[in-house]
């Protein structure tokens, strides 16, 4: 599998257990807020390496995305949006369906710009 990053994987994994063990070990209650903000930085870390892996997987099954860093990060900045919207209990159905469409449109302009960019340069 010429394709399967085997660090990758283990970057994942090594992501995962770190998260396991901040989570499982604080409570966010009674730890200071720059622990909360350690633990949502790596929450954020780990779904990117996850959402990139997954990515660079779908070349397997004919699924090629040329820019998989860029819509790894757009996905990763939608979904750690969500999860902070949701832990200081501000997310509700209106925010998802204000926030999705921004990101796609985001994404869609900057694939565009940086596209249009490349050919007027070239």
Do not use: C
């Not at 992501?15 to 901040?22: G, K, N, R, W």
């Amino acid at each position: 599998m010429k394709y399967f990053n085997h660090k990758q994987f283990w970057l994942v994994g090594l992501l995962v257990v770190a998260d396991i063990i901040i989570f499982a070990g604080t409570d966010a209650t009674k730890v200071t807020s720059f622990i909360v903000m350690v633990g949502y930085l790596l929450l954020v870390l780990t779904i990117f390496a996850a959402i990139f892996g997954i990515l660079s997987l779908s070349r397997l099954y004919g699924i090629p995305i040329k820019h998989k860093k860029r819509f790894a990060a757009y996905i990763t900045g939608m979904i750690g949006l969500l999860v902070a919207l949701q832990s200081i209990g501000e997310l509700s159905s209106r925010d998802i369906l204000v926030i999705l469409p921004l990101v796609i449109i985001a994404y869609a302009y900057s694939s565009y710009s940086r596209s249009d960019r490349r050919n007027l340069e070239g």
